[in-house]
C-alpha cells in the first residue's frame, strides 16, 4: 500500500517538474496565470485562449499589422509628449517592425469570439511588444499597460485598428485586383471588336449588339464598384485613436489622436484623420457598414459577370456556346473531356459569401449600448475575409478564365442568323403589329423571319434585305 502511494506521488511529482519546465509564471490583477514558455504572449492573452475556446476563426493577420502601425504611431507620439522614455519609444517600434515582417505571426493566437470590444486582443498585441522588448533588454522595459497602452484605451485602438485595417486591405489588396481585371476585360474588347452577335433579355432573344459591348458592360460594372468604394474610404480613414474609454479622451492629451493620425499618414500613404466626434467613433460602426455594402455591390457585379460568362459558354454543343473558356481541369470524374465553369463557380461562391458577411456586418453595427459598440470582432473578420476573398477571386477569375476567353464566331453568328428579333428594325416600315406577326408566323412555321415576311406579303426581297441588316441595327464601337 506504502509503496504504491510512494510509486503514484513520484509520478505526479515527475509530471508536476515536467509542466513546470514547459510553463511560466505571469500576473495581473486578477493573480497569477501559466502561460507556455515559449510564447511570447503573457497573462491576459493566455486568459482569452481558455476562456474562449470557440471556433477556428482567428484575428486576421491584417488586423495584427494594424495594431502594430498604431502601437508605433502612438509610441512616437507618447515619447513627444514626454510620458514614455526614448528608450521605451524605440523598443516599442523595434518588436512594431518584428510584427509587420512577419517575424512574430504565431503570437496572436485569439478567437474572433472573445469579448466585443477586442479587448483581448489589443491586450495580445502589448503583451507581446512587451514580453520582447524586455526579453532583449533583460529587464522590464516596457509594461502593456503603462507603456505599450499609455494614451489608449482598447475602446478606441481596437475600432482604429479597423479601420487602418480595411483602407490597408483596400488599397493594397483589392484596388490592384480590380485594375488588373479592369485592363483584362479592356483587352478582350479589343480583341472582340466588330463581332456582332445576338442580345438576349428575359433570357429570350433580342436584338443585335456588339460583342465588345457586352464585354464593356462588365468592365464598366468594375470600374464602378471601385469607383464607389474610392468614395467611401474618406469614412473609413477617420479614425478613433484619442477617444480612450469613452469619447471623452481621459488619459490622453487634446491632440494625440490627430498626432497620432499624422504619423500614420505618412508611415501609411494613406490620409488618416481623427474622426469629428469621438463619440460616433467608439459607438458606432457605420463606415465599415457602408463599405462593406459597396463590396457586396462590387460581389453582385461579380456575380452578374460570372453568370453570363458561364451561360455563354454552356455547351459545347448543346448549350449557347458562344464563348469558350480555358480547360483548366478535367471537368469531372466520370465524363471524360468535359469542361465545367469552375473559376465562375468559385467567384459566385465568393459574392455569396460576401452577401452574408455584409449581412452579419449590417446586424453588427446596429449593436451595442451606450458608449461602444461590442461587435467589432465579428465585424473586423467579415470585412476582412469580404476584401481577401474579392481580391484573390477577381484575380483568379481574370487569370485563369477571362485571360483564355475566345469567342465563338461561328456559333455567334449562326445564333445572330436564327434570331426573330431581327425583325424589330422593321418596326418603322410595317409597323409593330405586323413585325409582330411576321415573329410569330415564322416560330410556329419554323420558317426563317425572310421567308416569313415574304409569305405574309410584307415586303417583297430586295426591301428585307435593304432592311434587315445587323450591322445597321448597332451603334458603332466607340
Not at 43 to 61: A, C, D, V, Y
Not at 330 to 338: A, L, N, Q, R, Y
Request: aromatic share 6%; net charge negative.
Amino acid at each position: 500500500m506504502d509503496a504504491t502511494n510512494t510509486e503514484f506521488n513520484t509520478e505526479n511529482l515527475c509530471e508536476q517538474d515536467q509542466m513546470d519546465e514547459e510553463f511560466r509564471i505571469e500576473h495581473d490583477v486578477l493573480g497569477e496565470v501559466r502561460v507556455p514558455k515559449k510564447a511570447k504572449w503573457m497573462s491576459q492573452t493566455q486568459r482569452s485562449l481558455q476562456n474562449f475556446r470557440i471556433g477556428t476563426e482567428k484575428m486576421p493577420e491584417e488586423l495584427i499589422r494594424a495594431f502594430a502601425r498604431l502601437k508605433m504611431a502612438c509610441a512616437i507620439v507618447n515619447e513627444r509628449e514626454g510620458k514614455i522614455l526614448a528608450e521605451q519609444k524605440k523598443a516599442i517600434v523595434e518588436v512594431c517592425q518584428q510584427i509587420l515582417a512577419g517575424k512574430l505571426a504565431g503570437e496572436f493566437p485569439l478567437s474572433i469570439w472573445q469579448t466585443g470590444s477586442g479587448t483581448q486582443t489589443n491586450m495580445n498585441v502589448n503583451e507581446v511588444i512587451t514580453h520582447v522588448a524586455n526579453s532583449k533588454a533583460g529587464f522590464a522595459l516596457l509594461h502593456p499597460n503603462d507603456t505599450v497602452n499609455c494614451s489608449q484605451s482598447s475602446n478606441d485602438t481596437f475600432p482604429s485598428a479597423l479601420h487602418i485595417m480595411a483602407a490597408m486591405q483596400i488599397r493594397e489588396q483589392l484596388m490592384p485586383s480590380l485594375d488588373r481585371i479592369i485592363e483584362q476585360l479592356r483587352a478582350l474588347e479589343e480583341e472582340n471588336r466588330g463581332i456582332i452577335k445576338i442580345g438576349r433579355t428575359h433570357l429570350q432573344d433580342a436584338t443585335p449588339l456588339y460583342v465588345s459591348d457586352e464585354i464593356s458592360g462588365w468592365r464598366s460594372m468594375m470600374e464602378h464598384s471601385r469607383r464607389h468604394i474610392e468614395l467611401l474610404l474618406p469614412m473609413v480613414q477617420e479614425l478613433a485613436i484619442g477617444a480612450t474609454a469613452v469619447g471623452t479622451g481621459l488619459n490622453a492629451s487634446e491632440t494625440f489622436g490627430a498626432d497620432v493620425c499624422a504619423i500614420l499618414d505618412s508611415m501609411t500613404g494613406i490620409h488618416f484623420k481623427s474622426d469629428p466626434n469621438f463619440f460616433h467613433a467608439l459607438t458606432s460602426k457605420d463606415a465599415c457598414a457602408v463599405l462593406s455594402g459597396a463590396l457586396k455591390a462590387l460581389a453582385a457585379n461579380a456575380m452578374k459577370m460570372a453568370n453570363d460568362v458561364r451561360w455563354l459558354a454552356s455547351g459545347p454543343r448543346c448549350g449557347l456556346g458562344e464563348l469558350e473558356i480555358p480547360a483548366n481541369e478535367p471537368g469531372s470524374s466520370i465524363m471524360p473531356g468535359k469542361v465545367n465553369p469552375t473559376q465562375a463557380e468559385a467567384l459566385t461562391m465568393v459574392a455569396v459569401q460576401v452577401m452574408g458577411n455584409d449581412a452579419a456586418i449590417g446586424f453588427a453595427a446596429s449593436q451595442g449600448n451606450f458608449e461602444l459598440n461590442v461587435f467589432m470582432p465579428v465585424i473586423a473578420h467579415n470585412l476582412s475575409q469580404s476584401i481577401r476573398l474579392l481580391a484573390d477571386a477577381l484575380d483568379s477569375f481574370r487569370s485563369n478564365c477571362l485571360a483564355g476567353l475566345k469567342v465563338c464566331k461561328k456559333k455567334t453568328a449562326e445564333h445572330l442568323s436564327d434570331s426573330l428579333m431581327l425583325v424589330t428594325c422593321l418596326n418603322p416600315v410595317i409597323g409593330y403589329e405586323n413585325a409582330g406577326k411576321a415573329a410569330r408566323y415564322a416560330f410556329e412555321n419554323d420558317l426563317t423571319l425572310k421567308e416569313a415576311v415574304l409569305a405574309l406579303d410584307l415586303l417583297d426581297e430586295a426591301r428585307f434585305d435593304e432592311l434587315v441588316r445587323p450591322e445597321k441595327m448597332v451603334r458603332k464601337p466607340k
